[in-house]
């Protein structure tokens, strides 16, 4: 079975934002999150849902899709957190406290390697390396299963770029936050190398699938 | 975690036949089932693809989601094979030889019992009772995953007459196949109870979704 390295439920506004430029603890994307994800948090699957309910269409399949089939997950630096250069705080382990939702090895691209943490069954590996080496160590901790490209915007730049990305799922929200991080200036850019696919949903967010051609 | 009772990838005519009406061991859904089911041969996860390859758009995601969080199936006698009244031919074992593709238990209702088999990772047990014992029993079986209602046609009615159904996913095909054993009128006979999304796929293919209100 062919191992797949899969952009999973990668949320930008309708202008392409899907980081801000101010990164920091108190904002751990440099712009109001809460909002762009809304669509997510909307659906019955959503990983850190407490509460009983939630909807359960088109936007809920690609929710409980997240974790189908996974079995890594490779992240930038700037998504484990806010910290820039050398590790100056090592008790810093992420911004999802004791329970992360990955629950798998999760690779974090970083050129500071540290030892890894363990958290519940949440593991983080710190790696220096191109990102074929990274693949290729994220798809043999990955047990036969998918391996996920969690972002952010960098990190799948730099993977789209290696032409190792295999199917793409962006969701596009129906708000602008200019200026900011952009994953394109269109996403036809890509449709000479990808499949594309474009589903609007009853929420507003417009799906856009990627998959090689 | 709740255990929903699903139904999935289940696939119509646009004129809503699922079966025809003389079902046959020649014509297991006695009706040109392939051209009914060609939307999800088509995609990378169709669990019969032999060869590589195949979309990895919409039709994908509703594709692989469909043993997605799955502990049981129910299903109906007619759906296991083409005999009526009892068994003349234990013989039988279903349509999917040694490696049936249901990795679970499979409940099949019917009112002659008969000894359970089992195939590889498959088992199926046979039960003569209400369509609420019968849930109870899968959900017991499945665990803490939930339940796959695999229809025919006739086994969806008379869960969905005891209000057994959680969500349903029907896939309308764009072709006419009448006269045949048809699921509804109208899918708006449906939204008293539950909310309904439609959502069209490039593929031709019309998904409806609908969950509990």
Redesign the interface.
Known sequence: M?QLLRVQNFTMSRDGVAAGVDQSFESPFGLDHSTLMSWCGAT?SWPNRTE?GG????DD??A??FS??IGAEIMGRNKFGPQRGPWENLEWEGWWGDEPPFHTPVFVLTHHERPTITLSDTTFHFIDAEPSEVLARAKAAADGRDVRLGGGVTSIREFLDADLVD?MHIAVAPIDLAPGLTLWESPEELNDRF?H?V?P??SGIV?H?F?RK
Chains 1, 2 share one sequence.
Do not use: K, M
């Open positions: 062919t019955a009983p909807t359960r269409g088109l399949y690609f409980r899709d189908n089939n199917t499949e696919e589903v949903s009853a799906h699938l998959w």
